[in-house]
C-alpha cells in the first residue's frame, strides 16, 4: 500500500449532534413517540456512515469509503488517466454530492478530481491533496498542476 488516509468529519458530526440533541430536548417534555424515536435513529445511522472518509491506494487501485466502508467506490488506477487538485465551493456542501461528477466530501472544500476514462470524473474530498496527489503520482497517474 502506498497511501492511506483517513479525515474525520468533525462538522457533520458536530451538526447531526447538535440536530439530534435539540430534537431529543424539544420532544423530551411530551415522551416520544415511534416517528421520533426513527428520526433519532436515522440521524445516528448517517452519523456513523458518514463519520470520517478514507482514501487508499494500493499497487493497483485507489479505494474511497465513508465510515464503516458501506458507501465506498474502487477504481482501478488503469482507469485515471490524470488527477488535480480544485476548490469546492463552499454551498456544494458534504457527504455524498453531485457536482457534475460524484464527489465524496466529509470536510473543508479542497478536494482531487481524477479524470476517468471515457471523460468520467470522479471527486476526492481532503485535507491534504498534495500528499493524495504524490501518492497518485508515484502509482503512475498523471498530475495536473493549476
Do not use: C, K
Not at 42 to 64: G, K, N, P, Q, W
Amino acid at each position: 500500500m502506498s497511501y492511506r488516509h483517513t479525515q474525520p468529519a468533525y462538522l457533520i458530526l458536530t451538526v447531526l449532534g447538535a440536530a439530534a440533541a435539540a430534537f431529543a430536548v424539544g420532544s423530551a417534555p411530551g415522551g416520544y413517540d415511534a416517528g421520533e424515536i426513527a428520526l433519532l435513529g436515522f440521524l445516528a445511522v448517517l452519523a456513523v456512515f458518514f463519520a470520517s472518509l478514507t482514501v487508499e491506494i494500493t499497487s493497483d487501485r485507489l479505494r474511497v469509503w465513508f465510515g464503516p466502508g458501506w458507501i465506498r467506490r474502487t477504481i482501478p488506477l488503469g482507469e485515471i488517466e490524470s488527477a488535480s487538485a480544485v476548490r469546492v465551493p463552499w454551498y456544494v456542501g458534504w457527504g455524498l454530492r453531485w457536482w457534475g461528477y460524484w464527489l465524496y466530501n466529509v470536510s473543508g472544500r479542497r478536494a482531487v478530481v481524477l479524470r476517468l476514462r471515457g471523460g468520467r470524473r470522479f471527486g476526492v474530498g481532503t485535507d491534504e491533496p498534495d500528499a493524495l496527489l504524490a501518492a497518485l503520482s508515484r502509482a503512475g497517474v498523471t498530475v495536473q498542476t493549476t
